[in-house]
């Protein structure tokens, strides 16, 4: 048992960040553990989750972030679903993500909130963790359409430091507008195979996204610019091959007291690739995708 532990455990990093320049001006010391896509179900071991916990637990955090994509293909997996959230020792903030909506995004919510996680879809909320305010900007999966910025950020107080969820990395941009100086995410799955910068013509070249894996943007910038991290996340939606270090499942915790330069990182921040923009006929495309699932499953229940 100890033997298999250890062989999953080497499939996991854990990666530590400061926060940026505006949070450690106003926070000391605060430790946000993120998560993000740990598509419970039978592509990815359910051990595989607990472990993600495990080892997120191990790092006593004040606060865990999951960035969507919580389920892969079906509802069939809420309960373990909900035994990963439950197992998590601190409060947990989450936004959801496109197989989440594919899957049925009602079940995902009830689940998450029976594990005890607060679930925000175009929401902020503001946190006392240890005596200091935080206020978590969650806004609802792009990739389906589900999001509204004007209502994630409606309300914020610009004295109160805050931190952005996004399951779409590229939706950070319009949040660094708003005052949002760090915007955690995920979808990308960091590519999964990092070797030959695979990764970075599938889901750079051909996907179209500016965000692969990794910190991108500015941590001493004005107002109008940020950071995004995308995180390599736990599961896989079809494959469950993870090639590379960079590919491998993982834990990211930031440390938003910590000047950006005061420690260690393992990882540079990147520049931005080209990216491309949904077409129209793609955004289409997408919405029609979670209204025939969603049909699909009402023809099943009834």
Same mark, same amino acid.
């Given at each position: 048992?100890?033997?298999?532990?250890?062989? %999953?455990?080497?499939?996991? /990093?854990?990666?530590?960040?400061?926060?940026?320049?505006? &949070?450690?001006?106003?926070?000391d010391g605060l430790r946000v553990v $993120?998560l993000t896509d740990l598509h419970v179900?039978?592509?990815?071991?359910?051990? =595989?989750?607990?472990? =993600?916990? /495990?080892? !997120?637990?191990?790092?006593?955090?004040? +606060?865990?972030?999951?960035?969507?994509?919580?389920? !892969?293909?079906?509802?069939?997996? %809420?309960?373990?679903?909900?035994?990963?959230?439950?197992?998590?020792? #601190?409060?947990?903030?989450?936004?959801?993500?496109?197989?989440?909506?594919?899957?049925?995004?009602?079940?995902?919510?009830?689940?998450?909130?029976?594990?005890?996680?607060?679930?925000?879809?175009?929401?902020?909320?503001?946190?006392?963790?240890?005596?200091?305010?935080?206020?978590?900007?969650?806004?609802?999966?792009?990739?389906?359409?589900?999001?509204? /910025?004007?209502?994630?950020?409606?309300?914020?107080?610009?004295?109160?430091?805050?931190?952005?969820?996004? &399951?779409?990395?590229?939706?950070?941009?319009?949040?660094?507008? &708003?005052?949002? *100086? %760090?915007v955690l995410s995920g979808h990308t799955? #960091?590519?999964?195979?990092?070797? =030959? /910068? +695979? $990764?970075?013509?599938?889901?750079?070249?051909?996907?179209?996204?500016?965000?692969? $894996?990794?910190?991108?943007?500015?941590?001493? =910038?004005?107002?109008?610019?940020?950071?995004?991290?995308?995180?390599?996340?736990?599961? @896989?939606?079809?494959?469950?091959?993870?090639?590379?270090? %960079?590919?491998?499942?993982?834990?990211?915790?930031?440390?938003?007291?910590?000047?950006?330069?005061?420690?260690?990182?393992?990882?540079?921040?990147?520049? *931005? $690739?080209?990216?491309?923009?949904?077409?129209?006929?793609?955004?289409?495309?997408?919405?029609? #995708?979670?209204?025939?699932?969603? @049909?699909?499953?009402?023809?099943?229940?009834?």
């Amino acid at each position: 048992m100890n033997e298999e532990r250890s062989r %999953l455990r080497a499939q996991f /990093r854990i990666r530590r960040f400061a926060g940026t320049a505006t &949070h450690a001006e106003a926070l000391d010391g605060l430790r946000v553990v $993120h998560l993000t896509d740990l598509h419970v179900g039978r592509v990815t071991p359910h051990r =595989a989750q607990l472990m =993600a916990t /495990r080892l !997120c637990n191990e790092e006593r955090p004040d +606060l865990v972030v999951i960035t969507g994509d919580f389920v !892969c293909h079906s509802q069939a997996h %809420l309960d373990e679903l909900r035994q990963v959230i439950a197992s998590i020792d #601190a409060p947990v903030v989450t936004v959801l993500g496109n197989h989440d909506y594919w899957s049925g995004a009602k079940g995902v919510v009830r689940a998450l909130k029976q594990g005890g996680a607060e679930v925000l879809q175009n929401q902020n909320t503001t946190l006392r963790l240890r005596g200091q305010r935080l206020q978590i900007v969650g806004l609802d999966d792009a990739y389906t359409g589900h999001h509204d /910025r004007a209502a994630a950020v409606k309300g914020l107080n610009p004295k109160i430091p805050s931190l952005g969820l996004s &399951h779409i990395a590229e939706e950070a941009d319009a949040l660094w507008q &708003h005052g949002v *100086p %760090l915007v955690l995410s995920g979808h990308t799955h #960091a590519g999964q195979i990092t070797v =030959a /910068r +695979l $990764h970075e013509l599938s889901v750079g070249r051909l996907a179209g996204h500016r965000y692969i $894996h990794g910190l991108y943007g500015k941590r001493r =910038a004005a107002p109008v610019e940020g950071a995004v991290y995308v995180g390599a996340g736990i599961g @896989a939606a079809v494959i469950p091959l993870r090639v590379g270090e %960079l590919g491998k499942r993982e834990v990211t915790v930031f440390e938003l007291g910590a000047e950006p330069g005061s420690m260690h990182e393992p990882l540079p921040i990147q520049k *931005p $690739h080209p990216g491309r923009r949904p077409s129209l006929r793609t955004k289409r495309r997408r919405e029609r #995708a979670v209204a025939k699932k969603k @049909a699909r499953r009402e023809r099943r229940a009834g």
